[in-house]
């Protein structure tokens, strides 16, 4: 079963659409109309954390956006692989049925990885590429994480208010600034309930670091302009990793954005659109 994220949240993306998946459905979105641009969001989050900021480049692109195997309203079930060994071949198959041959990629935490594994594993072509604080070089994980993979029956078997503490808690340390209670609720509904409970164990019992492993040599071979932005206050990701990663990929741009943590789409959106409207010139045509 599917759910609904609840009608009262402002501004929520519509994904209209679904998509069959090796027999899973994928929820998506698509929007404005133009050269294309593909947003793909990371853990625990959902699509919903671009609604600031797709409806924006919707001006200037046909925008597309969709939730993770697993993740937001996409297919959650008992023994589901959401593993980041997979998701990049969803996003392959959905650049695929999209009939997008080389489009702008916007992609933040395992949607970096995602993307990354895409292009080098599955041979993706994108015209530009920026990665927000993306999972991409080792190592990486919190304790919370690390803790959870170790014990992940007994934590989907806590009761449900238990469960509702902890990701909220989970959820805050995202964040450089304090999450409003609307927002939490946006970020953690998907969460919430049997199945949802079961699902956001789930993910993280499947996080394994070989996936970035695998593709970290290779970040040099990338064949599209590369912009990184990483929160300076990122608690979940270090600074640090961000300024390793530019240094892996030849003409990578790297952008320190103060007062932002984790989840840069809550603390600084307007860092974002301001990067979309420089490295990808909305409104003014792309860089040749």
């Known amino acids: 079963m599917i759910e609904s994220l609840p009608q009262h949240f402002p501004g929520a993306l519509s994904l209209a659409h679904t998509f069959d998946f090796?027999?899973?459905?994928?929820?998506?979105?698509v929007i404005g109309s133009g050269d294309p641009m593909v947003f793909v969001h990371g853990t625990p989050f959902s699509s919903q954390v671009w609604r600031r900021i797709a409806p924006i480049a919707a001006r200037f692109r046909q925008v597309f956006y969709f939730d993770l195997v697993?993740?937001?309203?996409?297919?959650?079930?008992?023994?589901?692989?959401?593993?980041?060994?997979?998701q990049n071949r969803l996003l392959a198959a959905l650049?695929?049925?999209w009939q997008l041959e080389k489009p702008d990629v916007v992609a933040h935490d395992f949607g970096g990885a995602t993307a990354l594994r895409a292009a080098l594993l599955d041979k993706c072509e994108y015209r530009s590429l920026l990665l927000i604080d993306?999972?991409?070089?080792?190592?990486?994980?919190?304790?919370?994480?690390?803790?959870?993979?170790a014990h992940e029956t007994a934590f989907g078997g806590v009761?449900?208010?238990?469960?509702?503490?902890?990701?909220?808690?989970?959820?805050?340390?995202s964040a450089y600034r304090t999450l409003a209670a609307d927002t939490l609720r946006i970020h953690s509904s998907p969460w919430m309930g049997e199945q949802g409970q079961?699902?956001?164990y789930r993910q993280i019992a499947q996080m394994d670091q070989r996936y970035t492993?695998?593709?970290?040599?290779?970040?040099?071979?990338?064949?599209?302009p590369v912009s990184i932005l990483w929160g300076e206050d990122d608690q979940w990701i270090p600074v640090d990793r961000g300024v390793e990663l530019s240094k892996m990929i030849p003409g990578a741009r790297f952008t320190r954005v103060p007062g932002s943590g984790h989840l840069m789409q809550e603390d600084a959106p307007e860092a974002i659109v301001g990067e979309l409207m420089d490295f990808l010139r909305l409104g003014r045509g792309v860089q040749s």
């Open 134 to 149: 993306p999972v991409a070089v080792a190592p990486w994980g919190s304790p919370f994480v690390r803790h959870v993979r």
């Open 22 to 29: 090796n027999g899973q459905a994928v929820r998506y979105g």
């Open 70 to 86: 697993g993740y937001g309203l996409s297919e959650k079930r008992s023994g589901q692989d959401v593993s980041l060994g997979v």
């Open 213 to 224: 492993d695998e593709v970290q040599p290779h970040y040099g071979e990338l064949r599209c």
């Open 95 to 97: 650049l695929k049925h």
């Open 159 to 173: 009761p449900a208010y238990i469960h509702e503490a902890m990701v909220d808690a989970y959820l805050k340390g």
């Open 198 to 200: 079961a699902a956001f």
